[in-house]
Nanobody, 114 residues
Framework: QVQLVESGGGSVQPGGSLRLSCAAS????????MRWYRQAPGKERELVGE????????VYPDSVKGRFTISRDNGKNAVYLHMNNLKSEDTAVYTC???????WGRGTEVTVSS
């Protein structure tokens, strides 16, 4: 059974940091690229990071470039999103995705507020 389970969300003040984790199971994790998306209330879902199967290709949108870092540990079947210098506009539900396979997690909520 395929599962993607996110964790690490929470509330943080502007300028703070969080590390999100996504634990994968039920498929050969090391063979597939992974993505993190976010969706803020009333807004469309936005891609915030993509990483290749071996971690050697990463992509970020301009909105998070320089602040967010996506990484993976194929030995632990996990993908991470390191978020620094968080802003109020980063408030959203963050979800991991295996795009080729079409699998999604349920998401973890991040709130950035003073």
């Amino acid at each position: 059974q395929v599962q993607l389970v996110e964790s690490g969300g929470g509330s943080v003040q502007p300028g703070g940091s969080l590390r999100l984790s996504c634990a994968a199971s039920g498929f050969t994790f090391s063979s597939f690229g992974m993505r993190w998306y976010r969706q803020a209330p009333g807004k469309e879902r936005e891609l915030v990071g993509e990483i290749g199967p071996r971690g050697n290709m990463v992509v970020y949108p301009d909105s998070v470039k320089g602040r967010f870092t996506i990484s993976r540990d194929n030995g632990k079947n996990a993908v991470y999103l390191h978020m620094n210098n968080l802003k109020s506009e980063d408030t959203a539900v963050y979800t991991c995705n295996a795009p080729v396979l079409g699998f999604w997690g349920r998401g973890t909520e991040v709130t950035v507020s003073s």
